[in-house]
């Protein structure tokens, strides 16, 4: 049992029988909709803080760019519309300002 696990409060949902009628739609959190601004701030690491609002995107694509669980929430609609019943989310992890892999 992880730390998260041992510290999850809530209703946990049990996996369906079968998985054939689902439209599931993976969310790759970072890349996805920035719902909280506020946050983006938060541990960038040295390129970006150095290059960002700049035109020069030096390793752009290893930067953050500040999707987050809001921006999930705001897109649910949206992916209402497409008919999809299940989302699949890449791992949410602490983020300290470096790639990791899942953005």
Not at 56 to 82: E, N, T
Request: aromatic share 12%; glycine share 10%; hydrophobic share 30%.
């Amino acid at each position: 049992v992880t730390e998260a696990e041992k510290e999850w409060v809530g209703e946990r949902f049990a996996s369906p029988e079968s998985w054939e009628d689902a439209m599931v739609y993976q969310v790759q959190v970072d890349r996805f909709n920035n719902g909280n601004l506020t946050n983006d701030h938060i541990n960038p690491a040295l390129e970006q803080r150095l290059y960002s609002g700049t035109s020069y995107p030096h390793d752009m694509p290893r930067w953050r760019h500040g999707g987050d669980i809001a921006g999930i929430r705001d897109r649910l609609g949206y992916l209402q519309h497409l008919g999809v019943n299940a989302i699949w989310v890449t791992p949410l992890l602490q983020h300290d300002g470096e790639y990791h892999g899942y953005c």
